[in-house]
């Protein structure tokens, strides 16, 4: 009995220690008629695909993935409610921003600070 909880409790702390920081859906690339609970499910199922954009994926690898996930998700009923439409349009922007950060950093670099300025308005 003590070597089973011994051993689910490494399982336990190695499972917790293993999780992936997937890339968040950067607010500013979402629709304007986004709703902040349309962005976390998308958050959810394409973080690890926002990642790969970011070390080079191309974009229209990264659509053809993402368009899969969310297209059998919403035949399973697992989109919480929101239309594959929804989803699909706030995922393909943040792909589309994360493979522009990628191609031109400089560009981003360089205005984070009026960017930040023109959001909080």
């Known amino acids: 009995m003590k070597k089973l909880s011994i051993i689910l409790i490494a399982i336990f702390i190695m499972a917790s220690a293993a999780t992936v920081n997937a890339a968040p859906v950067p607010r500013e690339s979402a629709p304007c008629n986004a709703i902040n609970g349309a962005i976390a499910i998308v ?52 792909i589309w921003q994360y493979r522009d950060m990628y191609l031109r950093p400089d560009f981003y670099k360089d205005n984070l600070e009026k960017s930040e300025l023109l959001l909080l308005l």
């Open 43 to 94: 958050e959810s199922f394409i973080g690890d695909i926002l990642t790969e954009v970011q070390n080079g994926l191309g974009y229209a690898d990264a659509r053809a993935k993402s368009n899969r996930i969310f297209f059998n998700a919403w035949l399973n009923r697992q989109t919480s409610g929101y239309s594959y439409g929804e989803l699909v349009d706030i995922a393909n922007n943040a």
